[in-house]
């Protein structure tokens, strides 16, 4: 099954950052930080599923 959660945050993040690389985006703008919120909540997630057992 495939993880919903997991793709959309992918999804978002590469569409930020897409948009930061276009406009030469600095550190501390929005977007920036929200990669930075994005990539803190995958290694999250993927730490939850480390520790589940697979089905």
Request: glycine share 4%; hydrophobic share 45%; charged share 35%.
């Amino acid at each position: 099954m495939a993880d919903l959660y997991l793709k959309a945050l992918t999804s978002e993040r590469r569409a930020l950052w897409a948009e930061c690389r276009l406009k030469g985006l600095a550190k501390d703008t929005v977007q920036r930080l929200r990669i930075v919120e994005i990539d803190a909540l995958l290694a999250a997630h993927k730490a939850r599923q480390a520790g589940k057992p697979s089905d």
